[in-house]
């Protein structure tokens, strides 16, 4: 199969309807920006599940192990072996929960790092490691449930568990971690509770003769509110991104987003007062009006219950864009921007002149969360790489 690099006119083709554009030399800067942050002794796991919140896993983990991240984190295995499958050697702990043969299997071949959540889990992955052919001792970390009510045995059986993994053939305990349910709220009554939890059974842990090579407690809210939770490492995922977990986050750090999201006008046309605008006819023109037809819709990822919430930026200006929002394109009123032509860039999330909107502005409008909407960007939008330090390319193409 032939590269983009030599098919530079496949690399145009990736820009000629939508297209997700993501700045490496944005994530260098987050992550520069949250180090300085920490102690010397503090290290940063980058969070890149989910394809690196739908921004490309292995670009996003090469440029943050670049960048001075030591540990990348992840959901599933099959995340773990496409960034091993890449060539990157980093550390990679695996956030969820697995438990069958198979999984361990594939852990200890690829070099992954599991979570262990119970003593049944543990257990078999004693035995699944024993009766592999010359087998090391796999590290693993444990999760401890501190008032998150998710993964991990609960922090008052945290010493039996400790205890039961520490005297198992094979394995070697990694890491004690646990998980902030409310890290980003003003009110640190949770915060508090989940910290003095963790501490508590963590020093059980340490009187029983165990002493973990690192403890982690912060997300990126966690690590953006109070550096008490920053223990020996931190784990960031939207920071990461160049988004915050919380507006008054806004004035610990200064982050740029890596994300913007980009498509060409397919089509203008003018319609008359009382003309109906896409399915169903949400939109009725209240006068004559030059409309946009835009190349991104519903399959791409664009939330059909923003129709006729949103807009976007042509030419530096904000617009409204109106109608349904529809599978493959939407409908923008451009009246007031001058001499568009077909092809024009429009940009839909992100910044162009002194305008920008962003993923907070959407989840504000749906009632959700900016991590729900910067996963939500289908495949069939490529990633093209941009930095001023590296030439554009396909994030996809990389993969091949």
Known sequence: MLSWEQSPSLVQMQRERAWVEIDLAAIAHNVTQIKRLLQKRTELMAVVKADAYGHGAIAIAQASVQAGATWLGVATIPEGIELRESGIQAPILILGATYTPEQIRAIAHWNLQPTLCTPKQALVFAETIANLPNASPLPVHLKLDTGMSRLGTDWQAATEFAQLVHRLPNLTIASIYSHLATAESLDRTVVNQQQ?????????????????????????????????????????????????????????????????????????????????????????????????????????????????????????????????????????????????????????????????????????????????????????????????????FALDAKRQ
């Not at 930026?313 to 493959?328: E, H, K, N, S, Y």
């Not at 001499?339 to 024009?344: F, H, S, T, Y």
């Not at 909407?373 to 554009?392: G, Q």
């Open 196 to 392: 003095q939890r963790f501490e508590t059974a963590i020093a059980q842990i340490q009187l029983a003769g165990i002493t973990p090579p690192k403890l982690h407690l912060a997300n990126s809210a966690g690590t953006l509110t109070d550096a008490n939770l920053h223990y020996d490492l931190v784990r960031v995922g939207l920071a990461l991104y160049g988004l915050y977990p919380a507006a008054h986050l806004k004035s610990v750090v200064a982050l740029k987003p890596v994300l913007q999201v980009k498509a060409r006008i397919t089509q203008l046309k003018t319609i008359q007062a009382g003309t109906g605008v896409s399915y169903g006819h949400r939109f009725i023109a209240d006068r004559e009006m030059a409309i946009a037809v835009v190349g991104i819709g519903y399959a791409d990822g664009i939330p059909r219950n923003l129709s006729n919430q949103m807009g976007a930026i042509v030419q530096g200006q904000l617009v409204p864009q109106i109608g349904a929002v529809t599978m493959d394109q939407l409908m923008l009123d451009v009246s007031q921007v001058p001499n568009l032509q077909e092809g024009d860039v429009v940009t839909i999330l992100g910044h162009d002149g002194n305008e920008s909107i962003s993923a907070d502005d959407w989840a504000e409008t749906l009632g959700t969360i900016s991590w729900e909407i910067l996963c939500s960007f289908k495949h069939r939008l490529p990633r093209i790489a941009v930095s001023h330090a590296l030439p554009d």
